[in-house]
């Protein structure tokens, strides 16, 4: 009945007698199911457990699906009519007409609700709006409670039309409202000289300030989607047209601030007199909303037999989209003398390649190629200028060019034995950063970048049947990744040597940097017994990089393991379980003198069984547990000028136990009962540490309760009919 957190009550299909000795297609068994659904603890207990499901709110839900189908044999028609969760504000609902083999029109209605997980305390007026006020607290808990939602609902509406016996067409149209606000902020500036620099909170000295300001949300997206296929003897062929239209109707976030604010010493800052009068009038200047755009896409696909063992495929689509939101109808000023808004366009194409062929019985092929192109035809103007006003910028260009390519081989060997090679290769060509791109003025913090990368790579694989009850596949592949000299960011010397770029302190970005990767898979399918059937895995996956520095990321790795397991006890009953654990690993080295380690380590297990104690009763039950945890190693290196190092780990840790019982009361009517448990922990040190919550300069507070226990019990009535 509820996602998550109740099983689905589940339509089923029963063959007609066969009384004359005649296979008959299944019958559809329409549904309705009514029940009520209770959720213990409060909101807080339920913050993870109802973020989507949409039992964060209320104690007592409504619960009720339909599932209805009706056919007509002797006219070739279908209604179908789908309802999910009508009671809760996570509903689905859908109604479809069809006519076999002539056409199908149907309805979607679609609504969620993402509640945010963390409880703020604020004095913020006008919360949730474009104009909000900033009242400061006089300490951290003084306010009042203010939880985020966002809710999405959709129409879809669609309909498919066959023209000819070779001609097909369909076409849907999407509309999508977003309402709501998520947690967002704005901050901080330091006095420095007189100027103002966007940093870090932590890094400021006695003047500086950031605020939480929810973002307001009230978005509407509208898709079409329409497309026409051909079938032809040898060949299939589609083409059509696809556009998005994105429309914000809040431009610009514009908050005030009434009276003083706080220090990050916890001292007074007083917004009327210097510094912090300048402070906060950069605090309150207009805050860019996503802006209107839209994107248009002619697109064609297909493929073509030249024989049962040989077929090629290809694609081409191409993409116009555009960004013109007017900066004045936005709230924002200050653009460039005659720029009315960005005038932003960017083209997209794709090509896309492929072929694959069985030369012989025991050898198969595949040949694969794309090419992507992405042409930004935005006009540069003069957006901003340095610290001190002398030097101006201009926005930044973002063409690319992608190209991918693939080639596959596999062969039967004797005894059971199959082999796999393949060869791949992938390369990026990007725009050169402008003269008068504002990138140059961050080149104390980035050192350089590079115009174009290259990547090879090779891998094989190896399965065998080792009999009908047990097969097994290992796999191994490498790839290098290097590419073009590095660009250095100073107006005027574009290009230099590496030996020249070489910055012992410098940042270069990863996705440009040279690696290898190597990747291992070993995998088993074992059926041990005729009831008892087991799945292993593992997989290994390291990564090296190597840039002109001694700073920057210098490798990574992933390893996972895996078993999957599904026992049939007797006819009744039938009993799974599983077992994973993986490990993610960044090793790097930041330019400010520390050294990190950055480690997730994810480990679940779970079992469940279900079965029919008699013929009435159909009974079963999942427990699962998850623990994951982020873990920060950190040490200095020698002459750093930060002493100490390390952050607390966050770690994630849930146990969840379901069960459930569904009693047939009569033939056409069933009782369900839901029953379910979760416990949660989550430390996370972001909003609070040691009980010490983090505040902002008005002294808001956002935190969530670290241990959380939901209950809940479901109970519904099915009625059944055909």
Not at 119 to 146: F, H, K, M, Y
Not at 598 to 612: A, C, D, H, I, Q
């Amino acid at each position: 009945m509820l996602l998550v957190a109740f099983g689905a009550a589940q339509a089923e299909e029963e063959e007609d007698d066969e009384d004359d000795g005649i296979t008959r297609l299944t019958v559809h068994e329409n549904t309705i199911g009514v029940g009520l659904g209770a959720v213990a603890r409060d909101s807080k207990d339920r913050a993870i457990f109802g973020q989507y499901n949409g039992l964060r709110k209320d104690d007592v839900n409504l619960l009720f699906d339909a599932d209805i189908e009706k056919r007509s044999t002797e006219e070739g028609t279908l209604f179908e009519l789908k309802v999910k969760n009508l009671g809760l504000d996570n509903r689905e609902a859908k109604i479809e007409f069809e006519k076999q083999g002539d056409y199908e029109v149907y309805a979607i209605f679609s609504e969620i609700t993402r509640r945010d997980i963390h409880t703020i305390n604020t004095g913020l007026l006008n919360a949730e709006t474009t104009a909000p006020t900033v009242v400061s607290l006089a300490a951290p808990g003084a306010g009042t409670d203010l939880n985020l939602d966002i809710k999405r609902r959709g129409i879809t509406v669609g309909a498919e039309k066959w023209l000819t016996p070779n001609l097909f067409f369909e076409a849907s149209f999407k509309n999508e409202d977003k309402d709501g606000a998520r947690l967002s902020g704005i901050g901080l500036a330091c006095s420095t000289g007189g100027n103002f620099t966007p940093i870090s909170r932590f890094l400021c000295g006695d003047t500086g300030a950031v605020l939480m300001l929810p973002e307001p949300i009230n978005y509407t997206t509208k898709q079409l989607d329409a497309k026409l296929n051909f079938s032809g003897e040898n060949f299939l062929l589609s083409g059509g047209y696809y556009g998005s239209f994105f429309n914000n109707s809040n431009g610009s976030l514009n908050p005030a601030i009434s009276g003083n604010l706080w220090n990050p010493n916890g001292s007074p800052l007083d917004t009327g007199a210097a510094p912090g009068s300048t402070l906060a009038g950069y605090l309150q200047q207009p805050f860019a909303l996503p802006p209107d755009n839209q994107a248009h896409q002619l697109f064609v696909s297909g493929n073509y037999a030249f024989s049962p063992a040989t077929r090629a495929t290809f694609k081409y689509a191409h993409t116009h989209a555009t960004q013109h939101d007017s900066f004045a109808g936005m709230g924002l000023t200050g653009a460039p003398a005659g720029v009315g808004n960005l005038g932003g366009v960017v083209d997209s194409s794709i090509a896309q390649v492929g072929l694959t062929a069985r030369p012989t019985a025991k050898l198969s092929m595949l040949a694969n190629l794309r090419y992507e192109e992405k042409r930004d035809k935005t006009p540069l103007a003069w957006y901003d200028s340095d610290s001190s006003g002398a030097v101006r910028y201009t926005n930044d260009l973002n063409s690319s060019r992608k190209v991918a390519g693939k080639l596959e081989a596999s062969y039967q060997l004797p005894d059971n034995y199959r082999a796999t090679v393949g060869v791949d290769y992938a390369s990026v060509h990007r725009d050169r950063p402008v003269a008068t791109s504002s990138i140059s003025d961050l080149a104390l913090a980035l050192t350089s970048l590079r115009e174009e990368t290259q990547e090879l790579g090779y891998r094989a694989e190896l399965r065998h049947s080792m009999s009908e009850t047990f097969n097994a596949s290992v796999s191994f592949g490498q790839s290098q990744r290097d590419g073009w000299e590095w660009l250095n960011l100073v107006p005027g010397t574009p290009t230099v040597p590496d030996s020249a770029i070489y910055n012992a302190s410098g940042t270069f970005p990863m996705t440009m940097a040279d690696r290898q990767r190597d990747k291992f898979r070993l995998s088993a399918d074992w059926l041990a017994t005729e009831d008892l059937s087991l799945q292993f895995t593992v997989e290994n996956l390291r990564d090296g990089y190597t840039a002109p520095s001694e700073k920057g990321v210098h490798g990574a790795r992933t390893i996972t393991y895996g078993v999957d397991a599904a026992l049939k006890l007797s006819e009744e009953w039938r009993a799974t379980a599983y077992a994973n654990r993986g490990s993610q690993t960044l090793n790097l080295d930041h330019s400010v003198g520390y050294i990190a380690e950055l480690e997730n380590v994810s480990t679940s297990l779970g079992m469940g069984v279900s079965g029919k104690p008699s013929d009435k009763l159909e009974v079963g039950g999942d427990l699962s547990y998850l623990d994951d945890a982020n873990r920060y190693t950190q040490s200095m290196s020698s002459g750093a000028p930060l002493a100490g190092g390390g952050l607390p780990d966050i770690t994630y840790r849930m146990t969840s136990l379901k069960l459930y019982g569904k009693y047939a009361l009569e033939k056409n009517a069933d009782l369900r009962i839901d029953m379910g448990y979760q416990r949660l922990m989550f430390d996370e040190w972001t909003w609070e540490n040691n009980g010490v919550p983090f505040a902002y300069s008005d002294n808001t507070t956002v935190s969530m309760q670290q241990h959380q226990n939901v209950t809940y019990l479901g109970v519904s009535y099915i009625f059944k009919f055909r």
